[in-house]
């Protein structure tokens, strides 16, 4: 599939229209940013990497009755995607206390939770994506209630998919971001599910595995994604 206009370009992926008005490439760089972008780095074959993890694990979803917007990966750093109109809200699922969550509550990272916390933050790069909920999304019309409801329990059902994926191979699911598009009146998984949005830890030493291992100064993050990518092979 031909690689035509560029029309998105982000701090991670751009986006480039092809001969088929519905589909778009998808093309995984190997830019890396944190910290609200104060942070910034290359993390070497990144792209590569977070591509064939994402499509792994959206061609596994899509087996288990997941809609996604993955069509196909016609090369090593693209992926061919539905065009979908992305909602501008960030779906938070957490399983284990870590990161930003540690902070606003002042808990240990690593604490267990009673129960799986969904959070939904506002799209927006200049904003620093603030956290909203349900009334924010209701007033600004960012979703209908219709689709929030949809959007919700789909996170909720990946987080249970992906939880035991992840677990069978070793790996502790902690934490992850979701983004969700429409596509023909139709709610679609989009975006990408890779270390960079995801926290995941090694289930024996609880070694990061993530790019908290970038964010942190922990080094060995090249090594970190190639080892996410042989385990969610398997």
Same mark, same amino acid.
Not at 19 to 28: G, K, R, S, T, W
């Given at each position: 599939?031909?690689?035509?206009?560029?029309?998105?370009?982000?701090?991670?992926?751009?986006? #480039?229209?092809?001969?088929?008005?519905?589909?778009?490439?998808?093309?995984?760089?190997?830019?890396? +940013?944190?910290?609200?972008?104060?942070?910034?780095?290359?993390?070497? %074959?990144?792209?590569? *990497?977070?591509?064939?993890?994402?499509?792994?694990?959206?061609? #596994?979803?899509?087996?288990?009755?997941?809609?996604?917007?993955?069509?196909?990966?016609?090369?090593?750093?693209?992926?061919?995607?539905?065009?979908?109109?992305?909602?501008?809200?960030?779906?938070?699922?957490?399983?284990?206390?870590?990161?930003?969550?540690?902070?606003?509550?002042?808990?240990?990272?690593?604490?267990?939770?009673?129960? +799986?916390?969904?959070?939904?933050? #506002?799209?927006? &790069?200049?904003?620093?994506?603030?956290?909203?909920?349900?009334?924010?999304?209701?007033?600004?019309?960012?979703?209908?209630?219709?689709? *929030?409801?949809?959007?919700?329990?789909?996170?909720?059902?990946? %987080?249970?998919?992906?939880?035991?994926?992840?677990?069978?191979?070793?790996?502790?699911?902690?934490?992850?971001?979701?983004?969700?598009?429409?596509?023909?009146?139709?709610?679609?998984?989009?975006?990408?599910?890779?270390?960079?949005?995801?926290?995941?830890?090694?289930?024996?030493?609880?070694?990061?595995? &993530?790019? &908290?291992?970038?964010?942190? &100064?922990?080094?060995?993050?090249?090594?970190?994604?190639?080892?996410?990518?042989?385990?969610?092979?398997?």
């Amino acid at each position: 599939m031909k690689k035509c206009e560029k029309i998105y370009e982000g701090k991670a992926k751009a986006l #480039y229209t092809t001969e088929d008005a519905d589909v778009l490439i998808q093309y995984f760089k190997d830019d890396a +940013t944190a910290l609200d972008g104060k942070k910034k780095g290359i993390i070497v %074959n990144k792209g590569v *990497l977070n591509n064939r993890i994402s499509s792994r694990i959206f061609r #596994y979803l899509e087996k288990n009755g997941v809609k996604t917007h993955f069509v196909d990966m016609p090369d090593e750093r693209d992926m061919a995607v539905k065009k979908v109109k992305i909602f501008p809200i960030e779906v938070v699922v957490r399983n284990i206390v870590a990161g930003s969550l540690s902070k606003r509550m002042g808990i240990e990272e690593g604490a267990a939770l009673k129960e +799986t916390i969904l959070e939904l933050y #506002y799209k927006s &790069d200049p904003l620093g994506d603030p956290m909203i909920n349900e009334y924010h999304i209701r007033a600004f019309g960012l979703a209908s209630n219709a689709e *929030l409801d949809i959007i919700k329990a789909e996170a909720l059902k990946i %987080n249970k998919i992906l939880t035991k994926f992840f677990d069978e191979r070793g790996i502790i699911l902690v934490d992850f971001k979701l983004e969700f598009g429409s596509h023909k009146g139709e709610v679609l998984l989009a975006d990408e599910i890779t270390p960079d949005g995801c926290r995941l830890w090694d289930k024996e030493t609880r070694d990061k595995m &993530d790019k &908290d291992r970038f964010r942190r &100064d922990l080094g060995n993050v090249e090594e970190a994604y190639q080892k996410v990518l042989e385990k969610v092979m398997r």
